[in-house]
C-alpha cells in the first residue's frame, strides 16, 4: 500500500479555511484517498474521499492533483471543534484496510 | 440510527489471562474492521471480517483472534495477555468499505497489569 506524508502539526484561525497537505507519491492507478479525522479520546471519523476527481461534502473538500500524487483536505470555515488530529490514508483496493500515519495535528485558534 | 457499540469501554486484565472485546455494527454494515491503539504504534489495522468472513489480517501475533456472526456483530479475543497488549482497541463498521467509508465505535480501553 502506498504510504502517506503530512506535516505533523499545523496551526489555523477560527473561521478560516484549514488546508491540509498530503503526499502520496506511490499512489498506484486505482487506490483510494481517505480522510479521517480523530478528536481526543474518540474512535475516528470519516470526512471525504476520492480516488481522481476533487469531492465536496457536507465537511470538507478534497483536492488530488492531475497525477494524483498529493492531495489537499480543505475545511472551509474551522471552528474550534475541528481541532483534532487528521489522517490521510491510502487504502488498499478493496477499501478495507487502512493503513494510518502519524497524521496531523490541526490546532484551530480563537 | 444507532452507531457502532464496542462492549465493554473499559477493562482491566492480568498478564497470562485471555478477554473477548465484542462490536456490534451499524444495521445493515455487513464489513467489520478492528484496530489497535497505543501512543507509541498508533493506529493499526488488526483484521476485517465481511459476512462472516476474514478477508484481511494486520501484522499481529496468532493471540490476536477474531470472529463475525450471521447478524454481523463481532468478538475480538486476545489470548496470553502481554502488558503490550494495553491499548485503545477500536471497531468500525462499513457498508461498502470502498465507497462508504468506515464509521468507528468509541473503542474498549484495555489496561493489562
Known amino acids: 500500500d502506498a504510504k502517506t506524508t503530512q506535516p505533523p502539526s499545523m496551526d489555523c484561525a477560527e473561521g478560516r479555511a484549514a488546508n491540509l497537505p498530503c503526499n502520496h507519491s506511490?499512489?498506484?492507478?486505482?487506490?483510494?484517498v481517505y480522510w479521517y479525522r480523530q478528536i481526543h479520546s474518540q474512535g475516528p471519523q470519516y470526512i471525504i474521499h476520492?480516488?481522481?476527481n476533487n469531492e465536496t461534502n457536507e465537511m470538507a473538500s478534497l483536492i488530488i492533483t492531475e497525477d494524483r500524487k498529493s492531495s489537499t483536505l480543505i475545511l472551509p470555515h474551522a471552528t474550534l471543534r475541528d481541532t483534532a488530529v487528521y489522517y490521510c490514508?491510502?487504502?488498499?483496493?478493496?477499501?478495507?484496510?487502512?493503513?494510518f500515519g502519524g497524521g496531523t495535528r490541526l490546532m484551530v485558534k480563537p | 440510527k444507532a452507531g457502532v457499540t464496542q462492549t465493554p469501554r473499559y477493562l482491566i486484565k492480568t498478564r497470562g489471562q485471555q478477554v473477548t472485546l465484542s462490536c456490534s455494527p451499524i444495521s445493515g454494515h455487513r464489513s467489520v474492521s478492528w484496530y489497535q491503539q497505543t501512543p507509541g504504534q498508533g493506529l493499526q489495522f488488526l483484521f476485517e471480517?465481511?459476512?462472516?468472513?476474514?478477508?484481511n489480517k494486520g501484522n499481529f501475533p496468532g493471540r490476536f483472534s477474531g470472529r463475525q456472526f450471521s447478524n454481523s456483530r463481532s468478538e475480538m479475543n486476545v489470548s496470553t495477555l502481554e502488558l503490550g497488549d494495553s491499548a485503545l482497541y477500536l471497531c468500525?463498521?462499513?457498508?461498502?468499505?470502498?465507497?462508504?467509508?468506515?464509521?468507528f465505535g468509541s473503542g474498549t480501553r484495555l489496561t493489562v497489569v
Open positions: 490514508i491510502v487504502s488498499n483496493n478493496a477499501g478495507n484496510m487502512l493503513t
Open positions: 506511490t499512489i498506484s492507478g486505482n487506490e483510494y
Open positions: 476520492g480516488l481522481k
Open positions: 471480517y465481511f459476512s462472516e468472513t476474514q478477508r
Open positions: 468500525a463498521s462499513s457498508l461498502a468499505a470502498i465507497n462508504y467509508g468506515y464509521t
